[in-house]
């Protein structure tokens, strides 16, 4: 089942998308990879889901990325003693460490590390950000603040903090036990919430051991003010648009989006695009032209994937959001500025071996005009060092290990089979030919580019290219 689109759909499983049906169905539409967001699964749907997921990818024969979503720390204020409270332009409000019942004037803020951490001028903002303070005084038990957005206040509203680096982890406990519950049911990618710095990229990684590949959510202020750590530690990085909306000016959101993509792409890590691609499909089964560009500048900029969130999870049209999307992603691929324009987007290789061999790989392959490159992989690695050039032609990935398969899913423009690793150069050729010709990619006499590692088996040791014939 040869998709004829390079960038991946990440599809959300929710109420409207749950069951193994419409899960084959979003498949058979264009998703390639499953978000499960544990902020709303509970550990038993989650094993269900995956266990749904699997059955799909038996069916189809096909490798799919499972990506749990893990919710990381929730911010929120107390309660109010009489209902909510309207606060006024220019008002002093206060957040402090009593647990009493809040009123117009003041509310728990039962974080005390945030109590500890505001600062005079430091911004708190209310309910995604309808309600803005700046704090002028601060102590370890009390912060004032004087209402620069006026607003409605009512209990357990979330809470932002853009200008304040919390000394909190990324994981609280209930994250802890999701992760090991998602990895001891098998999945292939976790989703970081919350990340503030690359040590928390690397609680994750230390507890997951191997068993999936982290993907940091970029998402607050201070993520963007150490991006290339985070990224250097992470296996992916995700464009959170939603909370960085909120938590910086929405105008910089846009050219943070492409900041991040291409730092993504130079250091040859998967990047994904989210929140509110095509919003509108929640209840509408067409999306606004807006919503269509937008996706496609996503395309334009070679992200690795794009991401549905409440569209498949909770809308009414889930199985025509997925398929707009890869209408759209297909289109813009096949658009002659698109190559022009990814091609305008490459950025000198690493200083490794691989990463010449990639290079090479891509430019033989466009030069011959060939009909693909194929990569025999063990870990995934030569894939996606492939994929970081954006080739023209399609990229197989041939890999004895179905972790691996699965985990490309999310790579911009790999097609995944799983089979035996090669014996010798020889097997290795002719085995990859005739896949090639079984997936799709080529009849006989078609020239194809082999990347490889000799000897087999051995991760990380890319170091050969061979043209061949489809067999």
């Known amino acids: 089942m040869r998709r004829m689109k390079r960038t991946k759909i990440i599809a959300t499983l929710g109420p409207a998308s749950n069951d193994r049906a419409m899960i ?25 889901l995956v266990r749904s997921i699997r059955s799909v990818e038996e069916e189809f024969r096909r490798p799919i990325a499972i990506l749990v979503d893990l919710q990381g720390p929730k911010l929120r204020v107390g309660t109010f003693g009489d209902g909510p409270v309207d606060l006024a332009e220019g008002a002093e409000f206060v957040l402090d460490s009593d647990k009493k019942p809040g009123d117009a004037t003041r509310v728990h803020l039962p974080h005390p590390e945030i109590l500890r951490a505001l600062r005079p001028g ?12 700046r704090v002028t005084e601060a102590t370890a038990k009390r912060a004032v603040a004087v209402v620069e957005v006026a607003g409605r206040i009512s209990d357990k509203k979330g809470v932002s903090l853009p200008d304040t680096e919390i000394p909190v982890a990324a994981m609280t406990e209930k994250d802890r036990s999701d992760l ?5 049911a098998g999945i292939d990618w976790v989703a970081l919430s919350f990340v503030q710095r690359p040590e928390d990229v690397a609680d994750v990684k230390k507890t997951a051991r191997g068993r999936a590949k982290v993907l940091s959510k970029i998402e607050k202020p201070q993520a963007i003010a150490r991006l290339e750590e985070i990224l ?14 909120v938590e910086m000016p929405l105008e910089k959101v846009p050219g943070l989006q492409k900041r991040i993509t291409r730092m993504a792409r130079r250091l ?7 929140t509110q691609m095509l919003e509108s499909m929640i209840t509408a089964p067409v999306p606004t032209r807006a919503e269509v560009s937008d996706v496609a500048t996503a395309v334009f900029e070679g992200a690795d994937a794009v991401m549905l969130s409440a569209e498949s999870a ?15 992603a297909a289109e813009v691929e096949s658009d002659q500025v698109y190559r022009a324009v990814i091609n305008g987007q490459r950025t000198p290789p690493e200083a490794t071996g691989a990463d010449a061999i990639a290079v090479a790989a891509r430019d033989v392959a466009e030069t011959l005009d060939v009909k693909a490159i194929i990569a025999w992989t063990a870990s995934g690695a030569t894939g996606l060092r492939i994929a970081r050039e954006r080739p023209k032609p399609p990229i197989l990935a041939i890999t004895p290990n179905v972790e691996a398969a699965r985990r490309l899913a999310i790579v911009w423009g790999v097609h ?27 009849v006989p006499g078609d020239r194809v580019i082999i990347v490889a590692g000799v000897p087999f088996g051995t991760p990380g040791a890319t170091n050969m290219v061979r043209i061949a014939f489809v067999a």
């Open 180 to 184: 090991e519950a998602a990895l001891d």
């Open 122 to 133: 430091h911004t708190v903002l209310v309910d995604d950000g309808k309600v803005r303070l």
């Open 232 to 245: 250097e530690v992470s296996d992916a990085l995700m464009v959170a648009r939603g909370d960085l909306g």
């Open 24 to 48: 084959a169905r979003l498949f058979e539409a264009g998703a390639d990879v499953f978000r499960i967001n544990m902020s709303h699964a509970s550990h038993d749907l989650m094993r269900t």
């Open 314 to 328: 909770a809308g009414r049209y889930p199985i025509e959001a997925v398929a707009t999307m890869s209408r759209i």
């Open 416 to 442: 995944a089979v799983v089979a035996e690793d090669a014996k010798n150069v020889d097997d290795m050729a002719e085995r990859a030919c005739r896949i090639a010709g079984t997936e799709g990619f080529g």
């Open 268 to 274: 040859g890590k998967p990047v994904v695009v989210a």
